[in-house]
């Protein structure tokens, strides 16, 4: 089982450089996510999607654009990279029951780095 | 909204002895769970342990345990014989029932001293 898969694993970008990080799941999980990893802060929602062609905004979305046009793929993409975006990223889905106790599986992250 | 604490962002334990992690969260809502999750140094995040809101009887895994005091909002984790392989990153998160997005603490780093 593949189960989460982000690519690429690092990545650096000039300011104002646009990229897409990729998301792809192999469990038919309807629900995924993209999270950044800040130093003292934790992990913060950028952007969710309950299905194919639903996405809604997380806790911090400016600057990422997201899309849902498969269940299995869920890409992040940053229109104009600025400093401020250097981060870690992971992805992550899980099975959305209703239940809430199910399993969020994570990608390998994403170090990207905005020069 | 809610929101997750964890008020230790360093600790260290000798080999084969106990440490408990402390998390605590503020949430109106009635029905959650709450994670403990492991970040060693290759980033993967691995699901340590889970308890659901509902049940009284604390979650255990192996060597790792939590302590859920619901009245007080507090989840910690007890991580008993410790090894070098336990040293991490761990991160509580919150999960609303019906409600797929986790609410992160900042992180607790774990060294294990051989």
Known sequence: ?115 | AQTVTQSQPEMSVQEAETVTLSCTYDTSESDYYLFWYKQPPSRQMILVIRQEAYKQQNATENRFSVNFQKAAKSFSLKISDSQLGDAAMYFCAYRGRGNEKLTFGTGTRLTIIP
């Not at chain 1, 905004?57 to 793929?73: A, K, L, W």
Request: with cysteine; glycine share 10%.
């Open chain 1, 1 to 115: 089982n593949a189960g989460v898969t982000q690519t690429p694993k690092f990545q650096v970008l000039k300011t104002g450089q646009s990229m897409t990080l990729q998301c792809a799941q192999d469990m038919n999980h309807e629900y995924m996510s993209w999270y950044r990893q800040d130093p003292g802060m934790g992990l913060r929602l950028i952007h969710y999607s309950v299905g194919a062609g639903i996405t809604d905004q997380g806790e911090v979305p400016n600057g990422y654009n997201v899309s849902r046009s498969t269940t299995e793929d869920f890409p992040l993409r940053l229109l104009s990279a600025a400093p401020s975006q250097t981060s870690v990223y992971f992805c992550a889905s899980s099975s959305s029951t209703g239940v809430g106790n199910t399993e969020a599986f994570f990608g390998q992250g994403t170090r990207l780095t905005v020069v």
